[in-house]
């Protein structure tokens, strides 16, 4: 990892595929170049489904807006800052492998472990309490989700469509307008609630390409991973 480039949003694509392609846009920004009360323009004004603000490197602490609210808890912003903070340890520390790089972050949400695995996967485990909610509606086959043009009723404002493909893996889209996102490309807090919903690991192939890996822990967490791959950074808007 090079040194942190002086232009200040790092933008990340979180769930990509095996090749580093797809994934869901994050943008990272230290906190201390954002007044608290200006951290929800600068959101909308970047317009990735979400947008993290590190307050705290060394506690992981950090804040999550979407382009029209802020949440508690979230997965791909997470898995992002997870990633970000663990190469950025990596960076200061050389020593540091992949796998020795378990961090801690505290959103708002509750506190959550982050660990990488041997596959270079990046990985949270997340409580379920604070996470935001969905409509979760299985359809017919993959070939329905994949026709969609967007939620099927007005009132699907914050909803997973799924359907399986096979066993333990299933084909995804997400809908969000409550929190202005029209179609979310890979979504991580819908991960977790499907393998909890579903009880076993799931492998989740999400929007145009992304992909997930989720597993259950208990009834009070569960954990979400994926590739991490980090594109040209932007400046402040």
């Keep these: 990892m090079t040194d942190r480039p002086e232009t200040p949003v790092r933008v990340l694509r979180v769930f990509a595929d095996e090749d580093g392609s797809y994934g869901n ?6 906190g201390a170049l954002v007044r608290p009360e ?3 323009r600068v959101a909308h004004s970047l317009g990735f489904s979400e947008t993290i603000f590190v307050d705290d490197h060394a506690t992981g602490e950090l804040r999550i807006f979407t382009p029209a609210a802020e949440l508690p808890l979230a997965g791909h912003p997470l898995v992002g800052a997870a990633w970000f903070l663990s190469e950025e340890r990596r960076h200061i520390d050389p020593t540091l492998t992949p796998s020795s790089a378990h961090l801690e972050l505290r959103p708002p949400g509750g506190l959550v472990q982050a660990w990488s695995d041997p596959q270079g996967r ?3 485990d997340a ?4 996470l935001p909610d969905w409509t979760i509606v299985e359809l017919d086959s993959p ?3 994949d026709a969609l043009a967007g939620p099927l009723r007005a009132d699907h404002d914050h909803v997973v469509y799924w359907s399986p493909i096979a066993t333990g893996v ?3 889209r997400c809908f ?4 202005g996102i029209a179609e979310d490309e890979a979504t991580g807090s819908a991960a977790l609630r499907l393998t909890t919903l579903l009880a076993q690991p799931v492998e989740i192939r999400q929007g145009k390409g992304s992909l997930l890996f989720a597993r259950p822990i208990d009834t009070d967490r569960a954990a979400v991973g994926g ?3 980090e594109d040209e950074p932007l400046p402040l808007p």
Excluded at 176 to 179: K, L, M, P, S
């Design 25 to 30: 846009a994050l943008g990272v920004i230290e």
């Design 38 to 40: 200006d951290r929800q």
């Design 122 to 124: 990046q990985w949270i």
């Design 127 to 130: 409580p379920l309490s604070t």
């Design 143 to 145: 070939e329905a989700i």
């Design 170 to 172: 299933m084909r995804v």
């Design 176 to 179: 969000a307008a409550r929190f």
């Design 227 to 229: 590739l991490v791959v």
